[in-house]
């Protein structure tokens, strides 16, 4: 267990989050007194995306790709020609 007084801890934040999330808790001091524990909250690891999952459930009809009437190119700023 890491102790820790406030000043170190907020000047750097971020690298002690890492720890953090890597299962390590800190004692979180004021004046060398013991204030606060700070350590990782169970079953908050983030899974990894699975890719295709939604796949078959999207489906892009052909008029999707064909060129957009004048009054829509107009109102998105492009020129037709």
Same mark, same amino acid.
């Given at each position: 267990m890491v102790?820790?007084?406030?000043?170190?801890?907020?000047?750097n934040l971020s690298r002690y989050l !890492?720890? /953090?999330e890597q299962g390590e808790?800190?004692?979180l001091c004021r004046h060398n !007194?013991? /204030?606060?524990e700070i350590r990782p909250l169970p079953g908050v690891?983030?899974?990894g995306r699975v890719f295709g999952?939604?796949?078959g459930t999207?489906?892009?009809p052909p008029e999707f790709f064909e060129p957009l009437d004048d009054e829509t190119l107009e109102y998105f700023g492009g020129v037709r020609g």
């Open positions: 102790r820790l007084n406030v000043h170190e801890a907020k000047t !890492r720890r /953090i808790t800190i004692l !007194r013991p /204030i606060a690891q983030k899974a999952l939604d796949q999207l489906v892009v």
